[in-house]
């Protein structure tokens, strides 16, 4: 770590910089934002998928026919810190089936199928009276329990995030609610209305990472945001919270890109915000702390916008985990006529569902129903013309034409000297590309196909190890046994000479005696 | 004029015996090139390429003695890398060696095995966990599916299956687009 750029970081939030491209998008966050947030009604059935993060699938905890009550873990992933699923409602467990999950491939995955008793009880809670006296191990522990992950899309389990930083040592907390991508707006209903939970749940996280300062990061058109924010920072009578309003731009939001806004500091590719002492959560994140910590609730719901000009009431929605999609949709009017495309996240970055059968998941922000006339006609993709459009826009300072060019054609070393694994996924360079080449989507491939690579690299090296072990044993066996024929033959030819010599001996008595003789 | 003599010859006996020190002191053991090819084969271990191993098949080519094509689960893209490393021109996979398949895992009907070791001792990673008389299993993560353990059992016990993919293994799909002319350095695609 360089001790002066961490602290420069120190810093953050008092000047603010610029990072590179983006672009300014009409936001249409308005129309999702006119109403309060409004609970979902109890579902007839919920579906947990037991896959809700990067990595394997959670283990399940819970039989079928078994009686859950609200908030009782029913999943526990095996990797990246062993995280819990919790129940989203009481009731019982009526399989544990596949079922549609949301996620890209579309593809059916194990979920925990849950039939509501209609009664909503919480379980036993253990909530922590006393967080500001308790010991910052025992805060983190209970943020992994909790099964809290990232909510602003990332889906990394916060407990992981939690304790690497505290091992690295943070000097500031940054809140990000700068929600830049357009129609998603769970993030601001969420400050308007919890601003309390808010700074609380930052005021845990602050001690749990042993952070000086928080910086809360939102957009300068969150107006009613700000007040509310002020407000709630002056009633708990924390010190060193502040609120910082950067300019709306997309992708800004982006990790890497907001702490370069607040710091004017680049994080070095492969590098993490905790390299320069800073740990960024989503404010959505640091209510779910709030709740885990002061109630002792684990993450079982979360605020999701359902818009677009698909949806005939748009809104935001607190929903369990595990709704089922359709129940959201008919809360909210249902589809209003021409609606063609059923979006989970937001219009850059999300990605089409099949089906609204699918459950709400925890990285579920945003349903976004697009109607025929909002989805592009897709135009026949044209030769790249090199204008350089993408890479002026590009927020990670790639060159998105040279990666297309050596991902199309399998060049991977050179994709990984031109820094994919940089890439954002944010959707700019294909949004402006002239030649509608869809970029994001062969770098998503070339990711993959990356990762598929290393994998078999990996294995290749194991077996080349184990083949030269193996060879290595073979060759000291058939020398020991080469040793072992050589010595008996030595110690053979050993009797043979002593035999020999009292051969000789006898020999030589007898001819003595027959000389006596 | 002997001035001029005198110092060029000492210079180049100075530096005959820098050179000379210096190639005793930082000697490499190993062929280099023999490394880089071997770094690219597959690890496998399978012998279709005639050769009793990667390293053996390596060796090999560094002696110019066997082709690049003979290595069926290094496939196209292997052969591919092998050329650009050998600055030689890539050529088809040799069929007599075999065709390319996807990859494979052996797996034991432990129900069958007779515990006879004739697999354990065929297989050229250690993959195989057994004892005699005692039933035999094959260490899925370890397996390169070379099919060396199927000639060898006497009751047919052994079975390729492809390997399962696992969800959090699923991949991006490819694009529906035109692969650019491979080969061609890195001009315009709109130029031609």
């Given at each position: 770590m360089q001790t002066h750029l961490v602290n420069e970081a120190r810093h953050a939030g008092e000047r603010l910089h610029h990072f590179h491209g983006g672009l300014r998008l009409r936001h249409n966050k308005k129309i999702s934002c006119q109403v309060p947030v409004e609970k979902t009604p109890l579902a007839i059935r919920y579906f947990v998928p037991l896959r809700q993060q990067t990595g394997r699938e959670a283990e399940p905890l819970v039989r079928t026919g078994q009686?859950?009550?609200?908030?009782?873990?029913?999943?526990?992933?095996?990797?990246?810190?062993?995280?819990?699923?919790?129940?989203?409602?009481?009731?019982?467990?009526?399989?544990?089936?596949?079922?549609?999950?949301?996620?890209p491939s579309g593809e059916e995955g194990l979920c925990v199928v849950l039939k509501p008793d209609g009664l909503d009880r919480w379980g036993p809670l253990e909530p922590l009276t006393d967080w500001e006296g308790t010991d910052p191990g025992l805060l983190r522990q209970?943020?992994?329990?909790?099964?809290?992950?990232?909510?602003?899309?990332?889906?990394?389990?916060?407990?992981?995030?939690?304790?690497?930083?505290?091992?690295?040592?943070?000097h500031t907390l940054i809140l990000n609610g700068?929600?830049?991508?357009?129609?998603?707006?769970?993030?601001?209903?969420?400050?308007?209305?919890?601003?309390?939970?808010?700074?609380?749940?930052?005021?845990?996280?602050?001690?749990?990472?042993g952070a000086e300062r928080t910086v809360i990061a939102i957009e300068d058109q969150m107006g009613a945001v700000n007040a509310s924010l002020t407000g709630a920072i002056k009633r708990s009578g924390a010190a060193g919270i502040e609120i910082v309003k950067v300019t709306t731009i997309y992708p800004e939001g982006g990790e890497k890109q907001l702490v370069q806004v607040l710091t004017g500091l680049e994080i070095p590719a492969g590098g993490r915000p905790t390299d320069l002492g800073?740990?960024?959560?989503?404010?959505?994140?640091?209510?779910?702390?709030?709740?885990?910590?002061s109630e002792g609730k684990p993450l079982i719901e979360r605020i999701v916008t359902v818009t677009g000009n698909g949806i005939r009431k748009p809104r935001n929605l607190l929903a369990q985990i595990g709704t089922p999609i359709a129940n959201l949709v008919d809360q909210c009017g249902g589809y209003a006529p021409g609606a063609a495309r059923l979006v989970l996240g937001g219009p850059m970055m999300g990605y089409a569902l099949a089906s609204d059968s699918n459950p709400v998941i925890k990285a579920a922000n945003c349903i976004l129903v697009l109607t025929e006339d909002d989805i592009r006609p897709p135009q026949p993709e044209m030769p790249c013309i090199r204008c350089g459009e993408c890479a002026r826009v590009c927020p990670a300072m790639l060159l998105p034409q040279q990666l297309n060019w050596s991902i199309r054609n399998g060049l991977w070393d050179e994709t990984t000297d031109l820094g994919l694994a940089e890439c954002i996924e944010c959707g700019c360079c294909d949004f402006v590309c002239p030649s509608h080449i869809p970029l994001v989507e062969w770098f998503r491939f070339g990711k993959s196909e990356l990762q598929i690579l290393n994998a078999e690299r990996q294995q290749a090296e194991t077996a080349r190890m184990r083949f030269e072990a193996r060879e290595s044993r073979l060759e000291n066996l058939k020398l020991e046994r080469k040793q072992r024929i050589a010595q008996k033959k030595r110690a053979l030819g050993d009797a043979n000479e002593k035999q020999e010599k009292i051969a000789a001996a006898i020999e030589r008595a007898r001819a003595g005696k027959g000389g006596e003789n | 004029m002997l001035t001029a003599i005198i110092t060029i010859t000492l210079l180049g006996v100075l530096f005959g015996l820098g050179l000379g020190w210096a190639s005793g002191k930082f000697r490499v053991e190993a062929d280099p090139v023999t490394e880089q090819i071997n770094d690219i084969l597959p690890q496998t271990q399978c012998g279709q390429c005639n050769y009793p191993g990667c390293r053996p098949y390596a060796e090999a080519i560094a002696r110019g003695e066997a082709g690049i094509n003979q290595c069926p689960p290094g496939g196209e893209s292997g052969i591919r890398a092998l050329a650009d490393l050998l600055g030689v021109e890539a050529v088809p996979l040799n069929p007599e060696n075999?065709?390319?398949?996807?990859?494979?895992?052996?797996?034991?009907?432990?129900?069958?095995?007779?515990?006879?070791?004739?697999?354990?001792?065929?297989?050229?990673?250690?993959?195989?966990?057994?004892?005699?008389?005692?039933?035999?299993?094959?260490?899925?993560?370890?397996?390169?599916?070379?099919?060396?353990?199927?000639?060898?059992?006497?009751?047919?016990?052994?079975?390729?299956?492809?390997?399962?993919?696992?969800?959090?293994?699923?991949?991006?799909?490819?694009?529906?687009?035109?692969?650019?002319?491979?080969?061609?350095?890195?001009?315009?695609?709109?130029?031609?």
């Open positions: 009686s859950v009550m609200k908030g009782d873990p029913v999943g526990r992933f095996p990797q990246l810190g062993g995280g819990y699923l919790h129940a989203p409602t009481s009731g019982r467990v009526t399989a544990i089936a596949r079922h549609p999950n949301s996620h209970k943020i992994r329990d909790a099964g809290i992950v990232g909510l602003g899309g990332a889906v990394f389990p916060t407990g992981v995030k939690v304790g690497e930083a505290s091992e690295r040592g943070i700068a929600e830049c991508e357009p129609y998603i707006s769970c993030d601001e209903m969420l400050m308007r209305e919890q601003p309390d939970t808010i700074i609380h749940g930052a005021r845990i996280l602050q001690r749990a990472i800073l740990l960024c959560q989503n404010v959505a994140t640091a209510t779910a702390v709030a709740r885990a910590v | 075999g065709e390319q398949k996807p990859k494979a895992v052996a797996v034991i009907d432990e129900a069958i095995c007779i515990g006879c070791t004739l697999c354990i001792q065929a297989c050229p990673v250690d993959a195989i966990l057994g004892a005699t008389r005692q039933m035999h299993t094959v260490i899925e993560s370890e397996c390169t599916g070379c099919d060396l353990c199927l000639p060898p059992c006497p009751v047919d016990c052994i079975e390729m299956v492809e390997k399962p993919r696992a969800p959090e293994e699923w991949t991006w799909p490819r694009p529906p687009g035109q692969k650019s002319p491979a080969g061609i350095p890195a001009v315009p695609e709109g130029s031609q």
